[in-house]
């Protein structure tokens, strides 16, 4: 008997190896991934546990232990998926309760001999989707820089305005983390993406500089939103516009001055459907490309730090 679900502490498949595979596994289970919490209101089974525990915080451990233990209570059966085993006291917790125990590998099945359990070797497959593939569209959009100060909002009207010009187009997300920045920022605003432009869109991970270089190089527009507006410290927007992209981002009256709507920049309050052409785009980055080192480069910050000038007291 399949499980009616599969309980987890790994949801995201844009962030955990262990949730992807969760997820697709699911999807040939035709049964749903659940969270720790949310099993908390399960009746019956059989379930399955999916767990790698190593990498759990200690609030998500405390979770875990809370969910075991309401399970075992309500006499509910499940089989335990193990990814790793450390041999910790709540990896033995399931293990105990557990019917039967599917073992990523044969080291985990060789730290569980002797238990007096069904151990069954198990394998993950790859998890690389074969129909998804990095495609190259008409109008190829890139968005990179941290992952919590992503605006759903002003994405939400970036896909209005795409759907107008009705072209086929890729939207690529890479992201990053500050070191104060919560993880779960980015699980709730990925799915909110997600859900917002569908087979368009694409994330690509944490890209190193490199990386970020080849994709900018294939980029027709940059895209980047702030709770505010640009600043002349935001350094994705600057670096993309040092490379030859055009920019759509936000602005308000703390915005560079030297940042001209249609001129080298696009503003998302201004801007319309046809800004998205060809024509419009190439400008755009050509004037961006000389007005950024002209206003915001290295040199002109180096002749700045170094100049005469009085310092107001």
Not at 187 to 199: K, M, P
Not at 245 to 262: A, F, G, I, Q
Request: hydrophobic letters at 40%; one cysteine or more.
């Amino acid at each position: 008997m399949k499980p009616r679900c599969i309980i987890t502490s790994h949801i995201n498949p844009h962030l955990s190896g262990v949730a992807k595979f969760n997820h697709i596994l699911g999807g040939f289970l035709k049964t749903p991934c659940i969270g720790m919490v949310e099993a908390l209101k399960l009746e019956c089974g059989p379930v399955l546990f999916s767990v790698k525990l190593n990498d759990n915080s200690p609030e998500e451990l405390a979770q875990v232990r809370i969910t075991v233990k309401a399970i075992k209570e309500k006499r509910i059966v499940f089989d335990v998926f193990f990814h790793t085993f450390s041999g910790n006291e709540l990896e033995y917790s399931l293990v105990e309760y557990s019917r039967r125990i599917f073992c990523a590998n044969a080291e985990i099945r060789h730290m569980l001999e002797g238990i007096n359990k069904p151990l069954l070797l198990g394998w993950c497959p790859g998890l690389l989707n074969d129909n998804v593939i990095l495609h190259e569209s008409k109008l190829n959009l890139f968005s990179f820089g941290m992952a919590h100060k992503l605006k759903v909002g002003y994405y939400k009207r970036l896909y209005k305005l795409l759907n107008k010009r009705n072209i086929e187009y890729t939207l690529w997300i890479s992201t990053a983390f500050h070191e104060k920045a919560n993880l779960g920022d980015f699980d709730l605003i990925s799915n909110e993406l997600g859900d917002i432009f569908g087979d368009h869109i694409c994330f690509l991970g944490f890209l190193s500089d490199e990386a970020v270089n080849f994709f900018l190089d294939r980029t027709h527009l940059f895209v980047a939103f702030f709770e505010k507006g640009v600043r002349s410290n935001n350094t994705s927007v600057l670096g993309a516009m040092k490379r030859g992209c055009s920019v759509l981002t936000n602005c308000d009256e703390y915005s560079p001055l030297w940042m001209k709507h249609r001129g080298n920049f696009l503003d998302i309050s201004r801007c319309s459907a046809e800004d998205f052409t060809p024509d419009v785009l190439k400008k755009v980055s050509l004037e961006a490309k000389a007005d950024v080192v002209k206003y915001s480069g290295w040199e002109a910050l180096a002749q700045l730090i170094t100049s005469k000038e009085r310092i107001n007291e």
